[in-house]
């Protein structure tokens, strides 16, 4: 571990809908996506695919994040946050911890579970169903971790002046907290209203539609054409 530690004393954040059987759609596709997770961190995938940001995803972290788990046809999935070392570029690159933060594997799954949270409340927020219970908890308690506010400092020289602080072994708790506000905000914006999950099967991205697209790459666009086309044939062979 680097000079830069991380406690990471939060207990993780629990899997939405642990354990639920439950006959509505929702609540079976949530359990199963979970038990999809756990399987895909368990996969050693070599190779991620070069697939660009999702519409909205460079604008809003919290979209990245929902979208840092990658579905791939056969069903496979590459996990952008599988791993600590994984997890730690995912966040350097979008200036949430420095190089050498020195992530561990409970920081890692602190993030993997605000994932899923925040992506069941995009979930909830596209299918206009209300939000679970604990979904929300763990985003809120994502937000109250770290004070948001600069708190007031004093230099010996110049005198009293505010500052945000940022001590490093509370990188991931501010981490978290800078992700879960985002989502926040996302959510209660007008950029809501455009919030979609990609159409083209399997994708399992989110995105801010523009105009009547559906998809998040110009790769979904042309799956969802192709197989809206092979469809089309094999009903005209049928006929």
Known sequence: MSAVGIPCEWP????????VSSPEPRRAAGTSR?????????MNENV?????????AEQY????????????????????????????????????????????????????SLREQVRSLFDSR???????????????DALTRVPTAPLLQWDEKDGPYR?????????????????????ADLLTSADAERLTACGSAPCNRYLLRHGRRHWCST????????????????????D
């Open 163 to 183: 500052a945000a602080t940022h001590p490093t072994t509370e990188i991931v708790d501010h981490a978290l907290a800078t992700l879960a506000a985002d989502a």
């Open 126 to 140: 596209v299918a206009a169903l209300p939000a679970l219970p604990a979904a929300l908890t763990a985003v809120n």
């Open 48 to 56: 991620e695919p070069s697939v660009p940001p999702a519409p909205g």
């Open 61 to 112: 972290p919290s979209l990245a994040l929902v979208n840092s788990v990658i579905a791939l046809p056969g069903g496979h999935f590459v996990d952008q946050l599988g791993t600590p070392a994984a997890a730690n570029e995912w966040l350097v690159e979008r200036g949430l911890a420095p190089v050498d933060a020195g992530m561990r594997e409970m920081c890692a799954a602190q993030l993997r």
């Open 219 to 238: 790769r979904c666009g042309d799956r969802a054409r192709a197989a809206r086309a092979y469809a089309r044939r094999t009903r005209a062979t049928a």
């Open 12 to 19: 993780v954040l629990p899997d939405p809908r642990p354990g």
């Open 34 to 42: 979970i038990a999809g997770l756990r399987t895909m961190r368990a």
